[in-house]
């Protein structure tokens, strides 16, 4: 089955500085990858998604790039506000759209 | 209903006891996800259906787990024999069809004491 691996498990940054967050995956049938953001106590909620046709999306201050030769793809976060504190989730499915996700990044903005 | 509704948003039993967990997806989603979260972790996948079918119910843990969605609507997730491992947060989800955008509901949280 597909496995995802997420890195960093925590991730401290001044306000208006740049997060970045990467995620491998192990399915080469995987062709959905979306992103959630989880505040504590709260539903998960996508914040973009990229499917295997597309290599970039942008969104405003995030991005998704997907690199389907390595089977690794990344978010990006650029400056960043106290607002964006949150655990960021990556997930990869197949066709059927069972997700698997990865452990999570415990992001902190710091002001 | 505008989103995802789980219902209770608590419950705790005691070991041993059957607890029902209920969903209902937001309407004309054909598909929708059972996930358990415990602390500090990533959802992780139980079961999925497609309409009032069980597509794939490869992540329940054990013949405790059983889920149904008779009529393609609201779901329910079913616990025979709690155990105090089966505590966590239990999140619904529902998408227009396999494969979009997933829309989660805010969770029940099982405790088991």
């Known amino acids: 089955g597909e496995n995802v691996e997420q890195h960093p498990s925590t991730l401290s940054v001044q306000e208006g500085d740049s997060a970045v967050i990467k995620c491998t995956y192990s399915?080469?049938?995987?062709?959905?990858f979306p992103w959630y953001k989880q505040e504590l106590g709260k539903r998960p909620q996508l914040i973009i998604d990229i499917r295997s046709n597309v290599g970039e999306k942008k969104d405003q201050r995030i991005a998704v790039t997907l690199n389907k030769t390595a089977k690794h793809f990344s978010l990006h976060i650029t400056e960043t506000q106290p607002e964006d504190s949150a655990v960021y989730f990556c997930a990869a499915s197949d066709s059927w759209g069972k997700l698997q996700f990865g452990a999570g990044t415990q992001v902190v903005v710091t002001p | 209903g505008a989103g995802v509704s789980q219902t209770p948003s608590n419950k705790v039993t005691e070991k041993g006891k059957y607890v029902e967990l209920r969903c209902d997806p937001i309407?004309?989603?054909?598909?929708l996800y059972w996930y358990r979260q415990s602390l500090g972790q990533g959802p992780e996948f139980l079961i999925y259906?497609?309409?009032?079918?069980?597509?794939?119910d490869s992540g329940l843990p054990n013949d405790r787990f059983f889920a149904v969605r008779p009529e393609g609507s609201v779901s329910t997730l079913k616990i025979q024999r709690t155990e105090r491992g089966d505590s966590a947060v239990y999140l619904c989800?529902?998408?227009?069809?396999?494969?979009?955008?997933?829309?989660f509901g805010q969770g029940t949280r099982l405790t088991v004491v």
């Open positions: 309407s004309g989603h054909t598909a």
């Open positions: 259906f497609q309409g009032t079918g069980a597509a794939d």
């Open positions: 989800a529902s998408s227009r069809d396999a494969n979009t955008e997933a829309f």
């Open positions: 399915d080469s049938a995987s062709n959905y």
